[in-house]
Structure formats: C-alpha cells, structure tokens
C-alpha cells in the first residue's frame, strides 16, 4: 500500500514578530518536560525544560508553558530571527525515558 | 566539551549486509539511548542504558538490531542483516542520569539499498 509520511505542520513568522509553537502530550504521569530545536543535518538540541510542579519557565528569548489540565505544552519565542528556523519538538519524560511528538517546523521570513 | 560524538556520520551498504553504528556518550553521562528517526514514525527511542546496563530495549524492532555498551564511555547499535527499510538517521543521545536532559550526537544517515 501507499506509505504516509509525516506532514510536519508548519509555522511561518516574520523575523522580528513573536512565535508560539504547540504540544499535545499523551501520558498525565509525564513529569518532566523539554523542547528541543532541530536544524537540517543536525541532532535535536536542547532549549528549555520544565518539571511537572511548574507552568512556565523562561529562557532567553524563550518561554514555556506547560497546561496539565488539558495536557499541553507550548513554546514562545519572542523576536523570532531567521537563525530560529528550525523543526521544534516536545518531550515528555515517563520512567526516564523520553518521548518525542511530530515536530512543528519554523520558517521565518526575513 | 566535545559532546556525543556519533560514526560514521553517512553509511551506505547494500541489504542483507551487517551495519555497526558507534556512539561516545559525554564524560561523566550515566545514561546512553539510541533513536531512529524516519519521516513516517518521527524520533523512536529503540533503547537505552543506565550504568551501561540495558534497562529498556522493547523499541528495538526485531532481533536483527542489537546493543551493547561495554564501558562507559561507548556504545554499539548494531544491524544484521540490513534491510531497506532500516534506513534512517540514528541518534545517539546521553544524559547526566535517568530522568535528566538529553543531549543528541549528530546522528548516522544509514542508507540500506
């Protein structure tokens, strides 16, 4: 039969302009969390983590907010440059092992 | 520090041949875990160490694909034999301890034909 890629959603943002990515979590007993930005070529690279006690964390030009009550998790990138164009990822943490979602890609128009 | 560092970077091998993917984790990282990334399944976490201790290896697909880790500081994720549809980019990936923050190589692009 026909195999079915991912569709990666995407985002496009203007450069300068804010950006905020979302996640769905599948699993209530996940307590810790992380966004991880991906560039063509590369691995996955850390940006910013929160523990399941919080619901928000900021980084440098970052911000996560973590929703346990619907299970969501979003990123926030303010003043997004073209150097953030990337695929995002969410994690969730579960007995230590980690689970990634599909990824949102970012383009930012200059 | 160096970071993890992953071999090679591109392989290239024919089916049914056996494929040897190498991974140095970070200095002082307890744990180690391998993920295959493909556009249809995204990052699947195929298996991870403790204390280069297998704990958790229900996401290697079958037993053609194997992994040890004999000391602390390498890993081998290893396929035989090879299948096409085995191509991907594998991911080593380590943390300080279980439960913290991942830190990615740069991932092997395995192309089985």
């Known amino acids: 039969g026909e195999s079915v890629g991912l569709h990666l959603p995407t985002l496009s943002v203007q450069e300068g302009d804010n950006s905020i990515i979302n996640c769905a979590y599948s699993?209530?007993?996940?307590?810790?969390f992380i966004w991880y930005k991906q560039e063509s070529g590369k691995g996955p690279q850390f940006i910013i983590d929160?523990?399941?006690?919080?619901d928000k964390r900021q980084g440098q030009r970052v911000t996560v907010l973590l929703n346990k009550t619907v299970k969501h998790l979003s990123l926030q990138i303010a003043a997004t440059q073209p150097g953030d164009s990337a695929v995002y990822f969410c994690?969730?943490?579960?007995?230590?092992?980690?689970?990634f979602g599909s990824g949102t890609k970012l383009n930012v128009k200059p | 520090d160096a970071g993890v560092i992953q071999s090679p970077r591109h392989e290239v091998t024919e089916m049914g041949q056996e494929v040897t993917l190498r991974c140095k984790p970070i200095s002082g990282h307890n744990s180690l875990f391998w993920y295959r990334q493909t556009m249809m399944r995204g990052l699947e976490l195929l298996i991870y160490?403790?204390?280069?201790?297998?704990?958790?290896d229900s996401g290697m697909p079958e037993d053609r694909f194997s992994a040890k880790m004999p000391n602390a500081s390498f890993s081998t994720l290893k396929i035989q034999p090879s299948e096409p549809r085995d191509s991907a980019v594998y991911f080593c990936a380590s943390s300080r301890d279980s439960g913290e923050k991942l830190f990615f190589g740069s991932g092997t692009q395995l192309s089985v034909l």
């Open positions: 160490f403790n204390n280069n201790v297998p704990i958790d």
């Open positions: 699993n209530s007993a996940s307590d810790y």
């Open positions: 994690a969730e943490a579960n007995f230590n092992k980690f689970y």
């Open positions: 929160i523990r399941s006690n919080m």
